[in-house]
């Protein structure tokens, strides 16, 4: 328990340094290009984190998996799969290369600098590894690295008054920054040097377990950024500048989810191995703490969206205020979905993820289409939020998934609030 503690403590400072910094960043960066200009950077952004969920491969639920269950080959797995990711991002700035020659709009001239990023998160295999053996202050140290970097780049260019096109180059920076840091520290650790090489018997192994979350996660991507196609198409990079102010702080935070069920997921895959009873009772135990903290981030989040916006930003962005009060209630629907999806894969059900993937994309879209147009970016917001009830509920339509909308239902009616062992289940 020492060990999860102190773990989930790194985490959530690197989730703080990523949040305030985040934050400073975006305002600076906001104020400096504007909402055409940072709805231009923005839609680059999510074009790029579409385009990353391909050099992923969909393997991080994968490997965390096998990192913790499986000793003798994590050297194997990590030079595998860097090597497979390597070949993949080598290719994707190829394609951008050539697609940069016939065509001259600003989102294509960002990408092309962007995409060079990708060379160095073919090593988040790295950080893959840190979390699963509860060592992430390695990654939180080069994550603070990177972001002092990034800032400092960021500040010269708004004093230099840089066009949109120049704030690519930080990232990359800070990219790069991050990926030596993470090498030398498992370097440190395991005084062993790590080049990307292929072991066809573990490709093969690690692609056959991961191609569902790589679909799945690709469906993801595109369900979460659509709404910013969507909003571009019927009205504008101005909106989508607005849009994206008001979801920003939203899904910085919802990354917390998936940080803090990260710390619970090495217990859970052991228990799973060893006594299925204690098992049940610890994932019953987690979903009621995940839904207390997502109601109350929501709730925190939802009132207190006036006062961010209208403090840092100008009139321009007031309608943002309403995005953001709306986009808040995906804060308590993440909790769930960060844990869900971790059991699913768990459970050898990850063919579901993608499944729920598909569905929220075809009804989030099908929203899209009638709201947008009608409400602009608050139907967009909207949209969204429906789409994650669904499927949130959609655990219930087939046996296999059924506990887990049970054990979501019992969190939300409070059921085992009053349970003597329930701190224990969560301690174990």
């Not at 985490?11 to 940072?38: D, N, P, R, T």
């Not at 923005?42 to 579409?50: E, G, P």
């Not at 459970?347 to 947008?372: A, D, E, M, P, T």
Request: hydrophobic content about 55%; charged content about 15%; proline content about 2%.
């Amino acid at each position: 328990m020492r060990n999860r503690v102190v773990n989930l403590c790194w985490l959530m400072a690197e989730q703080g340094i990523k949040l305030l910094s985040g934050l400073f960043i975006s305002v600076l960066v906001i104020k400096h290009l504007g909402a055409e200009g940072y709805g231009i950077l923005s839609l680059s952004i999510a074009v790029l984190a579409l385009l990353g969920t391909i050099v992923e491969l969909g393997m991080k639920p994968i490997l965390l998996k096998l990192f913790i269950s499986d000793d003798k080959h994590v050297n194997e797995l990590i030079e595998t799969s860097c090597y497979l990711r390597l070949v993949v991002s080598i290719f994707l700035i190829i394609i951008f290369s050539i697609l940069n020659l016939f065509f001259s709009d600003s989102i294509f001239s960002v990408l092309n600098i962007l995409v060079l990023g990708f060379i160095f998160d073919s090593f988040l295999s790295f950080k893959e590894y840190f979390e699963a053996r509860l060592i992430n202050k390695y990654y939180t140290l080069s994550t603070f690295l990177s972001l002092i970097l990034n800032f400092i780049a960021c500040y010269m260019l708004i004093w230099l008054e840089q066009p949109v096109v120049f704030f690519a180059i930080p990232y990359v920076m800070a990219k790069f920054i991050q990926c030596v840091s993470l090498y030398y520290s498992y370097y440190q650790l395991n005084k062993r040097i790590i080049v990307p090489k292929i072991n066809k018997v573990i490709a093969k192994r690690l692609i056959k377990m991961s191609y569902p979350m790589l679909l799945a996660s690709s469906i993801g991507l595109i369900y979460s950024l659509q709404d910013l196609f969507f909003i571009k198409y019927y009205l504008g990079d101005v909106e989508v500048g607005i849009y994206s102010v008001g979801i920003k702080f939203i899904t910085i935070l919802m990354v917390l989810p998936m940080v803090i069920s990260s710390v619970f997921y090495p217990s859970l895959v052991k228990k799973y191995s060893n006594d299925k009873s204690i098992y049940f009772a610890q994932l019953e135990s987690i979903y009621l703490l995940f839904f207390i903290l997502g109601i109350s981030l929501y709730l925190v989040m939802y009132f207190s969206a006036d006062l961010i916006i209208g403090f840092l930003f100008n009139d321009d962005f007031v309608e943002s205020i309403q995005v953001m009060k709306i986009y808040s209630f995906l804060l308590l629907l993440s909790f769930f979905q960060s844990i869900n999806n971790k059991i699913l894969v768990l459970n050898n059900l990850q063919h579901h993820i993608f499944k729920r993937c598909i569905l929220s994309l075809v009804i989030n879209g099908i929203l899209n289409v009638i709201l947008i147009p009608k409400y602009g970016i608050i139907g967009a917001a909207y949209s969204t939020v429906i789409s994650e009830i669904f499927v949130v509920l959609s655990y219930a339509f087939m046996a296999e998934t059924r506990f887990i909308f049970i054990n979501q239902v019992k969190a939300a009616l409070l059921v085992n609030l009053f349970k003597s062992d329930l701190v224990k289940n969560l301690k174990s």
